[in-house]
């Protein structure tokens, strides 16, 4: 099985064991790390799988049970590596700044960073997202991840913008899977959604020294900075994008899940050593006025499970009621005192 184990000290890396089963080799992958997802991790390995993703790296940071036990089909056939990760991690009172020293300091940095010089080689892009992230594919002409990825092969990196989602309204946690469970979301031009997650061309030797963004040791083709670029080719700049857009694909990031979940991500903390307040609850929830279904979508469509009716039925209404995720949000317009 592909199972790994490490720890990680200032100025060494001990590996102690294994490698997977399955081939090696692949055009795109995932790296992610997590602590105590056990119940959502299997849920995630298997709709990326359905994407076609060659591989999915997995670092384990000292969950109270080890989440391999909720993976053994995937480590079995090769397509999951499993890495028991230890490191050491600074937490941050301010929020999240794309600074390599201090994200090296977190246990995130020094996963992405190992995941990058083992593994790089192996795959022409990688990307980087979290277990409470999913990415979607809208555009209709794709048959996998690859085919997406493969129209940016000129380019360092592509950026795909976040969906951020609410807690639809559960205070416990729901028994039914994530993509079914929440489907509240922010709309996708609201400023929350500005922000990215990064696929990397490993060509351009990259190195992700934020959650985000990635720094490039390579020179472009073309002899321009190597740069990430969003769906439409266009170069991403420093900090947040006044602009996002979504017509390829998106990351639906859940960020809170039910209120229940969200008060075990508070004391367990970010990977990125940044913890979200619990004020960011309510707020998501009260900018989570629109309805997105890409995820459910995106399932059904590669990997061939349907939406559950009721589920169905909540969709047809909120569409009926002109709550569309994929609509642009609408401002308040101020009242004309001369028509008052």
């Given at each position: 099985m592909g199972i790994l184990s490490l720890l990680v000290c200032p100025a060494a890396v001990a590996a102690a064991a294994a490698s997977g089963s399955g081939s090696d080799?692949?055009?795109?992958?995932?790296?992610?790390?997590?602590?105590?997802?056990?119940?959502?991790v299997r849920e995630w390995v298997d709709y990326h799988k359905c994407l076609g993703f060659s591989r999915i790296y997995l670092y384990d940071h000292g969950s109270s049970v080890p989440m391999s036990s909720e993976l053994g089909p995937h480590l079995d056939s090769g397509f999951l590596h499993y890495v028991n990760f230890s490191a050491a991690h600074r937490k941050f009172?301010?929020?999240?700044?794309?600074?390599?020293?201090?994200?090296?300091?977190?246990?995130?940095?020094?996963?992405?960073?190992?995941?990058?010089?083992?593994?790089?080689?192996?795959?022409?892009f990688i990307g980087f997202i979290d277990l409470d992230e999913f990415l979607v594919l809208y555009d209709p002409g794709l048959s996998s991840v690859n085919d997406l990825l493969r129209d940016y092969e000129q380019f360092p990196g592509l950026s795909i913008y976040w969906v951020l989602l609410g807690s639809s309204g559960h205070v416990a946690r729901p028994k039914a899977p994530v993509v079914e469970s929440y489907t509240a979301?922010?709309?996708?031009?609201?400023?929350?959604?500005?922000?990215?997650?990064t696929f990397v061309n490993t060509r351009f030797k990259p190195t992700m020294y934020s959650p985000h963004r990635a720094v490039?040791?390579?020179?472009s083709p073309d002899n321009l900075e190597p740069y990430m670029v969003n769906e439409h080719r266009q170069r991403i700049a420093r900090g947040r994008n006044k602009n996002s857009t979504h017509e390829r694909g998106a990351v639906f990031h859940y960020v809170t899940k039910s209120f229940e979940?969200?008060?075990?991500?508070?004391?367990?903390?970010?990977?990125?050593?940044?913890?979200?307040?619990?004020?960011?609850?309510?707020?998501?929830?009260?900018?989570?006025?629109?309805?997105c279904d890409g995820a459910l979508a995106t399932r059904s469509r590669f990997c061939g499970v349907p939406v559950p009716a009721e589920v169905q039925a909540k969709l047809d209404d909120a569409a009926a009621k002109g709550k569309t995720g994929r609509g642009r949000a609408v401002a308040k317009k101020k009242a004309n005192p001369a028509l008052s």
């Open positions: 080799a692949g055009y795109s992958a995932l790296c992610a790390v997590g602590r105590n997802e056990n119940r959502y009172q301010e929020g999240y700044t794309s600074d390599l020293e201090r994200f090296m300091s977190t246990v995130q940095g020094q996963a992405y960073k190992h995941c990058m010089e083992q593994w790089g080689s192996r795959h022409t979301c922010t709309p996708h031009d609201h400023k929350f959604n500005t922000q990215f997650k490039f040791n390579a020179t979940d969200f008060s075990e991500k508070m004391n367990r903390g970010g990977g990125a050593g940044v913890t979200r307040p619990k004020y960011y609850f309510t707020l998501m929830d009260r900018y989570s006025k629109a309805t």
